[in-house]
């Protein structure tokens, strides 16, 4: 069976895992090939090829630093003029700060970034999780934390680690069920509506371009 992709099935399984322990089961999800395997190069894998199928771009490397002139670079192909970060967001900060001088990108506040109009702002934060079956970035406000990087954002860029990937969507789902956060944001590629007169458009509810950048030796 293909991986998820309706609406009410995603809702469906959402709502059953933040239930918790509140009475029965959560329903079986369809199975996605490959589900079975544990390893998680596989599980990167998967996720990659869903994000990329759905217009996401994705860059991979051992750390940060010889990542820079790709991500500087595909930053100024997208026409990024600043950059914010979530100011208690430490890996976000180091990559914001590392590059700036390749736009040169000013950096600029999320509470900045809504009281100014800026044509194109890209939005760094550190993901959650990312799951596999669906290839979505998965953000929340648990702590406090905004969510405004991958809501305000013409561009969001995600950091993610190896220790962040799950394979199915109840699986980051289910440790918070016993204290759901306020906010929940799935980011699957880049933002899509065809509300108005059926003609699809994009980034009308979010950003236009979205980019996962894997570190898989971060530093500590």
């Keep these: 069976m293909e991986p998820v992709d309706r609406k009410g099935e995603l809702v469906r399984r959402v709502a059953f895992a933040l239930r918790g322990r509140a009475g029965g089961k959560t329903p079986p999800a369809?199975?996605?090939a490959?589900?079975?395997s544990t390893d998680g190069t596989a599980r990167i894998a998967r996720f990659?090829?869903?994000?990329?199928?759905?217009?996401g771009t994705f860059l991979e490397g051992t750390s940060l630093e010889p990542m820079l002139p790709h991500l500087g670079e595909a930053l100024r192909l997208a026409g990024v003029s600043e950059i914010l970060f979530p100011r208690e967001d430490?890996?976000?900060?180091?990559?914001?700060?590392?590059?700036?001088?390749f736009g040169p990108f000013p950096i600029v506040s999320p509470a900045e970034a809504r009281?100014?109009?800026?044509p194109l702002i890209a939005g760094i934060q550190t993901a959650e999780y990312a799951v596999a079956e669906t290839g979505s970035i998965v953000q929340t406000s648990r702590g406090g934390k905004t969510l405004l990087p991958g809501l305000i954002s013409e561009v969001h860029v995600a950091l993610l680690t190896p220790a962040v990937f799950v394979e199915r969507i109840d699986d980051c789902l289910a440790p918070m069920a016993s204290a759901p956060p306020r906010n929940i944001s799935f980011i699957t590629g880049p933002s899509r509506t065809g509300d108005i007169e059926q003609t699809m458009t994009v980034g009308a509810h979010g950003p236009k371009k979205v980019i996962a950048v894997l570190l898989t030796s971060p530093s500590p």
Excluded: C, M, N
């Design 30 to 32: 369809p199975v996605v």
């Design 34 to 36: 490959g589900a079975e």
């Design 115 to 118: 009281l100014t109009y800026t």
């Design 90 to 101: 430490a890996g976000a900060r180091l990559a914001a700060e590392a590059l700036a001088p």
């Design 48 to 55: 990659r090829d869903r994000f990329e199928a759905q217009g």
